[in-house]
């Protein structure tokens, strides 16, 4: 049974073009297996979430991340009587934006774009699932439902613009100009779950990668906030367990340490606000999906942790100067010659009207590259990597 709150598919604003129903699966169904059918999701297989995507056949992709992502959302909407189906489609969609290398990719292209625009990976899923994704016959993008448009776009809360101008990413303002999706208002609580999802996957995943990437010590975790007590009682339980089951149980009591914080913290802002319908959720001032303030402040200091550690390790950062400088290599490239880009590119850059329009172009097709097409492009247009080590082991970029 759905709550009173909950997104009902049979309320659903609808699609931008008109379509007829299927027979057998909701609109929020259909909506998720879309996403899953997408090129843009296919390329997440290799697609950074910290670690190149050749460093290591265990680390997270963000493909991985992203089914990570999916499987905690469901269950969160499950245990809070939301609706699974949207809830899934905005948490597998969430990531469709990111370029190749992660944010660090992400920060390069922001740079360069920041003269006509600006990029913003959540814009550019919106862009991608809108726009980008063409293979229907009869519209661009999966013409996905508006409450799954509306979670992708902000999930993370209202999207206010730019603090300075007000300014939104272009990516969002020219498809909230002809489909109103809301924008200064909080989405659905099966975003709410999606993004928190997000925070619970990441947290936990990435103490698991940095482990097996060796840039601190499973004693180092166990001095942590809410860590020490998870192997503490991993520790009482399992006295002589050995080092990798011991690290491993530990993280696994962490991650469902968070997941019965945010249902417990949840239920109590549900219970408070009493919401009778979705609109209520919009439009209640806050996200009614949240952490404890203890949990919360804990979370903080284990991010800081991971922040110094692994996203700022000296080998890490290493390898995000390479990325960065492939990055600000190739885009100068294709502006200047548009015409390496692909041949179904040709005739958008031919209609381009202006260099603001030819630059989003170049973003919108550097931003959909996988990090071993980006390599492997800059090798041939550029030149600075050696094709053997793109296949057989780690990257080594000239100097």
């Known amino acids: 049974m759905l709550a009173s709150f909950a997104s009902d598919p049979a309320r659903s604003k609808g699609r931008l073009y008109a379509e007829e129903e299927s027979a057998h699966r909701s609109p ?16 997440l297989k290799h697609k950074t979430q910290v670690f190149i995507e050749h460093e290591g056949d265990y680390f997270r992709t963000r493909l991985t991340h992203s089914i990570e992502v999916a499987q905690v959302a469901r269950t969160l909407a499950g245990t809070l009587g939301l609706n699974q189906e949207l809830t ?3 948490a597998l969609a969430h990531d469709l934006g990111h370029t190749p290398f992660g944010h660090t990719g992400e920060d390069a292209l922001a740079a360069l774009m920041a003269p006509y625009g600006g990029f913003n990976h959540n814009a550019q899923a919106l862009r991608i699932v809108t726009n980008l994704e063409r293979h229907y016959a009869e519209f661009d993008g999966l013409n996905l439902t508006w409450e799954s448009l509306e979670g992708i776009a902000k999930h993370n ?3 206010t613009g730019d603090p300075e101008t007000g300014e939104l990413p272009y990516a969002l303002a020219e498809y909230n100009a002809r489909h109103d999706l809301e924008l200064d208002t909080y989405a659905s609580a099966e975003a ?11 947290n936990s995943h990435d103490l698991h990668d940095g482990l097996r990437a060796e840039l601190f010590s499973t004693d180092e975790l166990a001095e942590l906030p809410l860590l020490d007590d998870c192997f503490a ?33 949840s239920n109590l802002l549900l219970a408070e606000i009493n919401p009778k319908s979705v609109e209520d959720i919009r439009a209640a001032g806050q996200p009614m999906i949240q952490f404890s303030d203890p949990v919360w402040r804990d979370l903080k200091v284990i991010r800081k942790f991971l922040f110094v550690r692994m996203y700022r390790a000296p080998s890490v950062v290493r390898m995000r100067e390479k990325v960065t400088r492939m990055i600000d290599e190739l885009f100068p490239l294709f502006m200047a010659q548009p015409d390496l ?27 959909g590259m996988t990090d071993r097409f980006a390599i492997q492009e800059h090798q041939r247009l550029i030149g600075g990597v050696k094709p053997d080590n793109i296949v057989t082991g780690r990257v080594k970029l000239k100097d």
């Open 157 to 159: 809360g209202p999207v």
């Open 233 to 265: 009682r991993v520790d009482a339980k399992y006295p002589d367990l050995n080092y990798y089951r011991r690290r491993h149980e530990a993280l696994r009591r962490f991650f469902g340490v968070l997941v019965e914080d945010v249902i417990a913290q």
């Open 341 to 367: 880009l692909p041949k179904q590119w040709r005739k958008e850059i031919a209609e381009a009207k202006d260099e603001t329009t030819l630059a989003r172009i170049v973003a919108d097709y550097i931003s």
């Open 192 to 202: 709410q779950v999606a993004a928190l999802s997000d925070d619970i996957a990441y």
């Open 88 to 90: 899934e489609a905005v």
């Open 28 to 43: 929020f169904q259909r909506d998720r297996d879309r996403i899953i059918h997408a090129s843009a999701f296919r390329r």
